[in-house]
């Protein structure tokens, strides 16, 4: 079976390979704009789904498409990449703000055209993470080294950032950007692993 | 300031570069034994003391040594490497019974030689792992792909055994082999990095 991946993300495809090493990657740029009365979990999704349906659309025959998309969330706002350097330094403060702890939601889509038969998948992973206290110096060296600018909430913690975490409850790797364990469960299920 | 990794496991080396590139690799072997009398957060720390003592031992002058050690528990059983093959899948069999929980428990050690003085640092970083249900065929294929033998509790999460895994509560960093986060703050707190 043809598996695809809808991201250009070098992370996702490390993610992937946990999974299976024979995919492609084909992606196609979405705007990645959902409706903003849904519950933030909804809207994640359908940021995946519009990644994925896109791909799907541009593809014929038997295939998988895998779609992800991944926001933090504290005190239910949004945080996506940032804008800019200082953008940067202020989302991660705002994560410093109270308890130190917010939420990384991934929202993981998954779209099968087999055996003539159409079928959607669509869920999420919802994982904690409890920073420790970090210096206005330390923010800007983690954000000069120049990794925070794509990533969701402006920190990875894959990444030299990840010495700034505590601890976190959930899925490690639906934190750094893809939910394989859900995804495992999905391909399983269908029989395509 | 020298700075010394007291393990030859690759996944302790990767780690270790989330904090800095700069270290050098110097193993000694010891036998990893432990008062089996004391409770097993305090094994652990023995374990990585004997590690990292021994390094210090053949060694001159300032410099740091980073030493750890990692085990898996569950109902106080401790899981270390498996002998073989065989002892591997009862391992994950046995990870698996009642609610497929358990613990790791990594000992980190830094022995620090500065400004003339001598400085030991014994702490453990402790997590809870929660398994999915996995089939017998599923622990076979993870267990032939050889990667099984040199983990503590016969997996790894980081690798294809990854998607049986539910979720963490703890430090991701620390099941992986080496609590970066604690070692980042050690050496912070003595102006090292």
Redesign the interface.
């Known amino acids: 079976m043809r598996i695809i991946l809808a991201s250009s993300s070098p992370r996702r495809k490390e993610l992937l390979k ?2 299976t090493k024979d995919f492609e990657i084909i992606v196609r740029d979405v705007e990645e704009i959902a409706d903003e009365s849904l519950p933030i979990e909804e809207q994640v999704q359908e940021i995946a789904y519009l990644k994925g349906k896109a791909v799907n659309n541009i593809t014929n025959g038997e295939r998988v498409i895998i779609a992800a998309d991944t926001l933090v969330v504290k005190n239910r706002k949004k945080y996506g990449k940032p804008k800019d350097r200082q953008n940067a330094i202020e989302m991660i403060k705002e994560l410093l703000e109270g308890d130190r702890t917010h939420e990384v939601i991934s929202g993981l889509v998954v779209i099968i055209n087999k055996n003539g038969k159409y079928k959607e998948y669509k869920t999420y992973e919802k ?1 904690k993470i409890f920073l ?1 206290e970090i210096s206005d110096e330390e923010i800007e060296k983690w954000v000069d080294t120049g990794k925070a600018l794509d990533k969701a909430g402006a920190y990875a ?1 894959q ?2 950032f ?12 639906a934190i750094v950007g893809l939910p ?2 859900k ?3 999905i391909l399983k299920n269908e029989n395509i692993i």
Not at 162 to 173: A, L, N
């Open positions: 946990m999974i994982s420790k913690m990444e030299e990840g010495v700034h975490v505590e601890k976190i409850e959930g899925d490690y790797m394989v364990s995804l495992y469960d």
